[in-house]
């Protein structure tokens, strides 16, 4: 892709959108930027449908930008080139691409498969819908290194040239449908990453998922299949005849994680690593920060932050990690989800359910009758509420099943804001 004179105009001005825009720079494009809020930034201008409509060579949207708002449909009728940040990066980004996407455990697996590869000697950068944008890791990127990324369906509806070597489908469950209005929008989203595989490629997809069974069907790559039917007998196995190790080695509390593991013991398994070396690296990883993060243990009840647990499935996945007793912060923001397929796991494990931010009405409709429901509208005092009403060997869990908007940031601060007042609690107990 030649850039030098172009005329480029991006949109959104969080960090890949930042990066986007050094990046054009750098090589020799016209950048104006934009964003829905005032912003002091070189070339900024406040977004309107005005700035949508001049002449522009390229739009490249930032994965939080709605791809179908109707100035850039009237753009790219115009015959505006409109990509987003991971297709900008394709034709710079060296060496092979490992894209992992899922509606839950992404983050966890691409940590997993970054921390392996580096621990057995294999030259890996990490990045994507985590940590460093796509566009930023083109700097460093080399022939002989992989490129582990986190891909999520904002990132891939707008990628159409952008090609994984190896592909990966965690899981495809009811989620961002604000986003993308319907299921089967959301879905093939995510189809875009096996779609433009090529040949000699391979596709990494959950076998006990119908929808990522249905993936092996757009792409070309040679399947390597994975599910939950591979724990057995206490321990993982990466087929009939080989065994990777045993559940209780796995640092990582519950199945779905299990599965994360068996996801990327695949992928390091095609890198290159061996499986005693790819076993070694698992035993020796930690947790993700705000991924069933431990934060502490208070007159013996226990702390655990899930902040993004964002929708119903990955709430419902850490509930699943705990025999009982929870007492589990649900609530943010509502993106179109059903809490009422929450209703019998809350019945069955939690004490009570502290309700915050604005979707907490919502949930209350839906899970009024299943379980103990505790209007606190703040994270604040829903841990407040927690910590006075809890027993010793109880469990409180922030998993919101929502995503954070409404009183934060984004996920990042509302966990780090759960273990800020978790250690404000337990230095007042202490």
């Known amino acids: 892709m030649k850039l030098q004179g172009l005329k480029a105009l991006v949109v959104g001005m969080e960090k890949s959108g930042?990066?986007?825009?050094?990046?054009?720079?750098?090589?020799?494009s016209d950048v104006t930027t934009t964003d829905i809020k005032p912003l002091t930034l070189p070339g900024f201008r406040l977004q309107s449908e005005e700035l949508f409509a001049e002449a522009w060579d390229l739009i490249v949207l930032s994965p939080g930008v709605p791809a179908d708002l109707e100035p850039l449909q009237k753009a790219r009728m115009r015959g505006v080139n409109v990509i987003g940040e991971i297709e900008l990066a394709a034709p710079f980004l060296r060496g092979k691409t490992i894209g992992i996407t899922g509606s839950n455990g992404k983050t966890t697996t691409t940590s997993l498969v970054g921390h392996i590869l580096r621990s057995s000697g294999v030259s890996a950068q990490v990045g994507g819908n985590i940590g460093t944008p796509v566009i930023a890791m083109t700097e460093n990127s080399r022939d002989d290194q992989w490129n582990v990324l986190e891909l999520s369906s904002f990132q891939l509806e707008t990628a159409h040239t952008f090609r994984a070597h190896i592909g990966v489908c965690l899981n495809v469950t009811q989620n961002h449908l604000d986003r993308h209005r319907t299921m089967e929008n959301y879905v093939a989203a995510k189809g875009n990453l096996f779609r433009m595989q090529l040949p000699g490629s391979y596709a990494v997809l959950n076998h006990g998922s119908e929808i990522c069974r249905s993936y092996a069907e757009l792409t070309v790559a040679e399947k390597i299949w994975f599910s939950r039917e591979d724990i057995r007998k206490d321990h993982v196995w990466l087929d009939d005849e080989t065994p990777l190790m045993p559940l209780s080695a796995i640092p990582i509390p519950g199945s779905h994680n299990a599965e994360n593991v068996l996801a990327a013991a695949h992928i390091a398994r095609l890198a290159g690593v061996s499986v005693p070396a790819i076993a070694a690296a698992v035993s020796s990883f930690h947790a993700v920060e705000h991924r069933l993060e431990f934060t502490a243990e208070i007159h013996g009840v226990r702390y655990y932050n899930d902040s993004k647990a964002t929708s119903v499935d990955a709430a419902m996945k850490a509930?699943?990690?705990?025999?009982?007793?929870?007492?589990?912060?649900?609530g943010g923001t509502d993106k179109g989800s059903?809490?009422?397929?929450?209703?019998?796991?809350?019945?069955?494990?939690?004490?009570?359910v502290l309700l915050i931010g604005t979707a907490a009405e919502k949930i209350k409709s839906h899970l009024?009758?299943?379980?103990?429901?505790?209007?606190?509208?703040?994270?604040?005092?829903a841990v407040a509420e927690a910590g006075a009403a809890a027993h010793p060997g109880d469990t409180v869990l922030l998993a919101p099943a929502c995503s954070s908007f409404d009183?934060?940031?984004?996920?990042?601060e509302r966990g780090r804001t759960f273990k800020q007042l978790v250690k404000d609690l337990k230095n007042a107990a202490a």
């Open 18 to 28: 930042q990066a986007s825009a050094a990046f054009l720079r750098a090589h020799g």
């Open 319 to 330: 509930i699943d990690s705990f025999p009982g007793g929870l007492w589990v912060i649900l």
């Open 338 to 352: 059903d809490y009422r397929l929450m209703r019998e796991k809350l019945r069955q494990k939690a004490r009570a």
């Open 368 to 381: 009024d009758g299943a379980v103990k429901l505790i209007p606190c509208d703040t994270l604040a005092r």
């Open 407 to 412: 009183q934060f940031r984004n996920y990042e």
